[in-house]
């Protein structure tokens, strides 16, 4: 199955539920998929039951809701398309980190995978977006780096910057004024857990480095590494 077999419910829901389980262990629920969407629990509730009868998701009354096989192959063809629009956007027609995640959703829905392929080879197979998300490659496969979120970092550790959240533009223009984008070395110096905040050191080459103060709603948005990114060359920061 491909994803132009899909109606634009099908390939939103799928992949929006490949994206909630990417990262995360806990069981993906109608209540979490319509505070996700902005819709009611029973609007979703009605769509869940046509993409079961289509057999792309397993899915019991009350129970987590899962993807088939052939749901997550869908899921992933379109995480795949996403991904690449977003780096193409940055890389090759300039926008913004902050600009691209409204302007690929539109586009997803209506490119070729000819299309895909072709930008994919453009820009030499990147293995990860503008905001460090993994992209599939052409097979489907994904490789996601171990990386644990910056809020969890205990005082005294440090880590690269390997991904951070897209659903905040705005936090992402902050994140970018700060200078808080891939690949920049971070040490967490303190977490003042009353307050809400870290205190870490942001690093770059050929600078000082700079102490910076973070709310932990920014702070949780941003994951770590220990070592720098090693895969294919993507946009990997937000444009100069």
Not at 67 to 90: I, P, W
Not at 158 to 181: F, N, P, S, T
Request: proline residues 5%; aromatic residues 4%.
């Amino acid at each position: 199955m491909t994803v132009a077999d899909l109606s634009l419910m099908a390939q939103d829901y799928l992949k929006l539920i490949w994206k909630c389980q990417e990262w995360s262990d806990d069981p993906v629920s109608t209540n979490a998929l319509a505070g996700r969407l902005g819709v009611s629990a029973s609007t979703v509730s009605g769509n869940i039951k046509k993409l079961a009868s289509q057999g792309l998701i397993d899915h019991t009354p009350y129970g987590a809701i899962q993807l088939s096989h052939d749901g997550h192959a869908a899921a992933v063809q379109m995480v795949r398309r996403h991904r690449l629009l977003e780096t193409y956007l940055v890389v090759r027609l300039g926008y913004g980190w902050d600009e691209v995640h409204d302007e690929a959703e539109n586009l997803e829905h209506s490119v070729s995978q000819k299309f895909i392929d072709r930008i994919d080879a453009d820009l030499g197979h990147p293995s990860r977006d503008p905001h460090g998300d993994p992209i599939p490659d052409a097979a489907g496969e994904v490789v996601r780096p171990a990386a644990r979120q910056l809020s969890d970092v205990e005082p005294g550790d440090c880590g690269y910057i390997a991904r951070i959240l897209d659903d905040d533009a705005e936090l992402l223009r902050y994140l970018d004024e700060q200078r808080l984008v891939l690949d920049t070395h971070v040490t967490v110096d303190e977490h003042r857990r009353f307050a809400g905040s870290l205190a870490i050191t942001r690093s770059l080459v050929g600078e000082e480095p700079r102490r910076l103060d973070l709310g932990l709603a920014a702070a949780e948005s941003i994951w770590l590494t220990t070592t720098p990114h090693q895969h294919r060359v993507a946009a990997g920061t937000a444009p100069e």
